[in-house]
């Protein structure tokens, strides 16, 4: 029991570090190819995107946590790897917490789209079942 649970989250902490790798991305190609302002639209646009496609995935395959459960960790993990990764390793500054758009925005829709993305599924396999 205690390897499935371990399995389980690192099933769950992968899918989260997939999406916050591909919001990443997102905003560094963004910096490279446009505006300071136009990355972060770009990065803002990028991570429901990505993590409701993440969500889709992990909820249909897996759904060892209810929707509002995973929201919360998907949220958790990434919030995480933006103070220990971005702020203290790359940025040496957490200023970036300072903008809405930048950080709270995406962390934000993050967590809307990984939770709507769960209760659609959730109704939908309920829906398939009767």
Avoid: N
């Amino acid at each position: 029991m205690i390897g499935t649970r371990i399995e389980r989250a690192a099933t769950i902490a992968a899918f989260a570090i997939v999406g916050w790798v591909v919001c990443a991305a997102a905003i560094g190609i963004g910096f490279a190819l446009l505006t300071e302002r136009g990355a972060l639209i770009l990065h803002a646009i990028v991570a429901p995107v990505a993590f409701a496609g993440l969500s889709w995935l992990y909820f249909s395959r897996f759904a060892y946590t209810r929707p509002l459960t995973t929201a919360l960790l998907f949220l958790a993990v990434v919030a995480a790897l933006d103070v220990f990764v971005v702020a203290l390793l790359i940025e040496r500054s957490f200023a970036m917490f300072a903008s809405a758009l930048g950080t709270w925005a995406p962390l934000f829709l993050i967590f809307t789209s990984t939770l709507a993305t769960g209760v659609l599924v959730d109704h939908a396999k309920r829906a398939h079942r009767q």
